[in-house]
């Protein structure tokens, strides 16, 4: 399953991750929140990257919507910290995805409804709202993004190796 994950780790960067990473950088351009600024939301994707390699080792349910999906939500999940930073930030991020593609006509991937729940869940720590990873259960959006950004950066060697936007 490996080498399938980093095909479609590929297909998702080359269709998502330049765009996205311009509308984090433009959100947070006249913000003085740099722990959640286009930076923060970069490095919560690379560690979605550790997280989907290291679990299609052991978890054959996964594919290229999953993929697409965690890119997307990782890049919108604390958008919404660019106006607030209430407990409604994920809201608001999710708002902001709705938003962005209405404007720009993009069409919405296959799981667009995980991928807003995700971004307005994401930072609950009040309940239990993902499940854990396991070879069983196909994973969630809200699993990996949840998990990437509470992760501290030095947690994956693989974090050392950021891509040209940083």
Known sequence: ???GINIWIARAEATW???????AK???HDNSLPSHDHTH??????LCKVL???IASFNSRMDQSLVEGVLIAAFFHDLGMATSTREDH???GSEL????FGQTGRVWPERKEEILRAIELHDRKDVQIF???SPETPPEILTFLSVADDLKPWASSEYIAMPRYI
């Open 1 to 3: 399953m490996e080498p």
């Open 17 to 23: 991750l330049d765009e996205l990473y311009n509308i």
């Open 26 to 28: 433009a959100l947070f």
């Open 41 to 46: 939301h970069m490095r919560v994707w690379n």
């Open 52 to 54: 989907l390699k290291e």
């Open 90 to 92: 994920g809201m608001l």
């Open 97 to 100: 995805c709705i938003s962005w």
């Open 131 to 133: 499940t854990s990873f």
